[in-house]
């Protein structure tokens, strides 16, 4: 049974950071592509960032302020991210098993964790 479990959302304040956390369970997820989406209020879900070898790619909102890496051995996914922004706002979810930023192929989903930005 594959788990994706995150953690590491909460509210702040335009300008300030936080840093998001997936813990994957039930495979060996080196070989996959994992990535972050997020659905804010009224909006579809759209891709954050995802990783598979090397350095990450990122939605051009995005681009410059968040931070996507992963810890092989630990099975776990993390985004960083910086200058936050109101429109930052959305429901986070991890991924795994799909490619890129197309989310309708991931296979597996986490649960997700709240950020809300406030102005």
């Known amino acids: 049974q594959v788990h994706l479990v995150e953690s590491g959302g909460g509210s702040v304040q335009a300008g300030g950071s936080l840093k998001l956390t997936c813990v994957a369970s039930?495979?060996?997820?080196?070989?996959?592509?994992m990535g972050w989406f997020r659905q804010g209020p009224g909006k579809e879900r759209e891709g954050v960032a995802a990783?598979?070898?090397?350095?990450?790619i990122y939605a051009d909102s995005v681009k410059g302020r968040f931070t996507i890496s992963r810890d092989k051995a630990k099975n776990t996914l993390y985004l960083e991210m910086d200058s936050l922004k109101p429109e930052d706002t959305a429901m986070y979810y991890c991924?795994?098993?799909?490619?890129?930023?197309?989310?309708?192929?991931?296979?597996?989903w986490g649960q997700g964790t709240q950020v809300t930005v406030s102005s």
């Open positions: 039930g495979d060996t997820f080196s070989n996959y592509w």
């Open positions: 990783i598979y070898v090397g350095g990450g």
């Open positions: 991924a795994a098993g799909g490619f890129a930023l197309g989310q309708t192929a991931y296979r597996y």
